[in-house]
């Protein structure tokens, strides 16, 4: 799993919408990075990794959820959620048959139809989820959302400002 | 997240959403070390997430507590992801299971025609006869990883509670806030002390027109004592 990127020159004293602001555009820029290829079955960490971001994303505005305009934030965190929800659709399955495998791999040939069939439905599922997350990660999506989220650091930015 | 306030600063805020989040994940503690309260214990990973998130962007604002707590609830989060694994997994098999013995229960019957009892040779032909054993053995060592996972995650939590990893938190989370108390309620004498020096002053600026007026009057008042009564024609 990627790890958090460390979000430079940020104090503890720091204004709350200055550190909203610092963190909020380097979370949005960890989802964008970890978007390339996701759809690539063969490698599954890059959906867990993209998820994971999403995540990160997710925690950083509800933690600076005051620092935001209610509407723009609101549309915002709805997007974030519904790549999330589309990743984690995709992530389950990739687990699930990464775990079968392991499992069949140590089983007797004649004891693996069964967990056989059930990661071939798996596998149906699998694309299936890849499907509905295509259009989730489609670039003019994501650079609509890293816009969206422009906007909203731009706007805690300026609250900073406003209140120094 | 309530009384969160933006004209404050990180650190203070940080302090106010960890004591949330980690008051959350220990509430699920007493449900969540019972094996089969399943729903506890993913409403405490879904919990030591939201803690583990949290401290990601601010633990540096809580001290060495807090990086400390930030991996333990990472480890939590793992541990308590590989239950709910098993927990989803072991209906998806038995279901998987079910339907194959359905499928074949369906397809022996319609074999067997028209015939008065079912020969027991159909079924030993069933199609997918050869997939149950797997099957089975898939959900006894699911059964069995869970019984494991479960062990590890209590041992774990105990262990956490022994070491005191969550009430250090909770310390420098107390810590950081009664500062901030201080702070607030210092700025408010401060700002209280400002506004008395203000009437102060404009009591004393007050004072001083009144004593300059009063002088003023006193001199004139001396000027027509000196000066004496003027005399009519003079």
Same mark, same amino acid.
């Given at each position: 799993?990627?790890?958090a990127? *460390?979000?430079?020159?940020l104090?503890?004293?720091?204004p709350?919408?200055t +550190?909203?602001?610092?963190?909020?555009?380097v979370?949005?820029?960890?989802?964008?990075?970890?978007?390339?290829?996701v759809?690539?079955?063969?490698?599954?960490? =890059?959906?867990?990794?993209?998820?994971?971001? &999403?995540?990160r994303?997710r925690?950083?505005?509800?933690?600076?959820?005051?620092?935001?305009?209610r =509407?723009?934030f609101?549309?915002?965190?709805?997007e974030?959620?519904?790549? +999330?929800?589309?990743?984690?659709?995709?992530?389950?399955?990739?687990? &699930?048959?990464?775990a079968?495998?392991?499992?069949?791999?140590?089983?007797?040939? *004649?004891?693996? *139809?069964g967990?056989?069939?059930?990661?071939?439905?798996?596998?149906?599922?699998? &694309?299936?989820?890849?499907a509905?997350?295509?259009?989730?990660v =489609?670039?003019?999506?994501l650079a609509?959302?890293?816009?969206r989220? @422009?906007e909203?650091?731009i706007?805690?930015?300026?609250?900073?400002? @406003?209140?120094? | 997240?309530?009384?969160l306030?933006?004209?404050?600063?990180?650190a203070?805020?940080?302090?106010?959403?960890?004591?949330?989040r /980690?008051?959350?994940?220990r %509430?699920?503690?007493?449900?969540a070390?019972?094996?089969?309260?399943?729903?506890a214990?993913?409403?405490?990973?879904?919990?030591?997430?939201?803690?583990r998130?949290? /401290?990601?962007?601010?633990?540096?604002?809580?001290g060495?507590s807090?990086?400390t707590a930030?991996?333990?609830?990472?480890?939590l989060q793992? /541990?308590?992801?590989?239950?709910?694994?098993?927990?989803?997994m072991?209906?998806?098999? #038995?279901?998987?299971l079910?339907?194959? $013995? #359905?499928?074949?229960?369906?397809a022996?019957r319609?074999r067997a025609g028209?015939?008065?009892?079912?020969?027991?040779? /159909?079924?030993?032909?069933?199609?997918h006869r050869?997939s149950?054993?797997?099957?089975?053995?898939?959900?006894v060592y699911l059964?069995?990883?869970?019984?494991?996972?479960?062990d590890?995650?209590?041992e774990?939590?105990?262990?956490?509670e022994?070491a005191?990893?969550?009430?250090?938190?909770e $310390?420098?989370?107390?810590?950081?806030?009664?500062? !901030?108390?201080?702070?607030?309620?210092?700025?408010?004498r401060a700002?209280?002390?400002?506004h008395e020096? #203000?009437?102060a002053? $404009?009591e004393? %600026?007050?004072?001083a027109?009144?004593? !300059?007026s009063?002088?003023a009057?006193?001199q004139?008042?001396?000027?027509?004592?000196?000066?004496?009564?003027p005399r009519?024609?003079?």
């Amino acid at each position: 799993m990627a790890k958090a990127r *460390p979000i430079s020159g940020l104090s503890a004293e720091e204004p709350y919408a200055t +550190a909203a602001a610092k963190i909020v555009a380097v979370r949005a820029r960890e989802v964008a990075d970890h978007s390339h290829r996701v759809l690539d079955v063969s490698d599954i960490e =890059r959906v867990h990794n993209m998820r994971v971001a &999403t995540r990160r994303l997710r925690a950083a505005l509800e933690v600076f959820e005051p620092c935001y305009p209610r =509407r723009e934030f609101k549309a915002a965190l709805a997007e974030v959620k519904a790549i +999330a929800d589309a990743l984690g659709e995709r992530r389950d399955r990739d687990v &699930t048959i990464a775990a079968l495998e392991d499992f069949a791999e140590g089983m007797r040939a *004649p004891d693996r *139809p069964g967990v056989s069939s059930l990661i071939e439905k798996l596998r149906a599922e699998q &694309t299936e989820a890849n499907a509905e997350l295509e259009p989730f990660v =489609r670039s003019e999506r994501l650079a609509a959302l890293s816009e969206r989220l @422009s906007e909203l650091v731009i706007s805690a930015q300026a609250l900073a400002g @406003s209140e120094a | 997240m309530k009384k969160l306030d933006r004209h404050e600063p990180l650190a203070d805020n940080a302090a106010r959403i960890v004591r949330v989040r /980690l008051k959350e994940m220990r %509430s699920f503690g007493p449900g969540a070390l019972e094996p089969q309260r399943t729903g506890a214990q993913h409403d405490m990973r879904i919990a030591a997430k939201r803690l583990r998130y949290v /401290l990601e962007s601010t633990e540096f604002c809580l001290g060495r507590s807090a990086a400390t707590a930030r991996r333990r609830a990472r480890d939590l989060q793992d /541990l308590l992801g590989e239950l709910h694994d098993c927990d989803v997994m072991l209906p998806r098999v #038995e279901g998987h299971l079910a339907e194959l $013995r #359905e499928a074949d229960a369906v397809a022996v019957r319609e074999r067997a025609g028209e015939a008065s009892d079912l020969d027991p040779r /159909l079924a030993a032909r069933a199609s997918h006869r050869t997939s149950y054993r797997g099957l089975e053995m898939l959900i006894v060592y699911l059964q069995a990883r869970r019984g494991l996972l479960f062990d590890r995650f209590r041992e774990f939590w105990v262990e956490q509670e022994r070491a005191g990893t969550w009430d250090r938190l909770e $310390r420098a989370v107390a810590r950081r806030l009664r500062a !901030a108390r201080e702070r607030r309620r210092a700025a408010k004498r401060a700002e209280q002390a400002r506004h008395e020096l #203000e009437a102060a002053e $404009r009591e004393k %600026s007050d004072a001083a027109l009144r004593a !300059a007026s009063a002088a003023a009057d006193l001199q004139a008042a001396r000027r027509t004592v000196r000066g004496g009564i003027p005399r009519p024609g003079g």
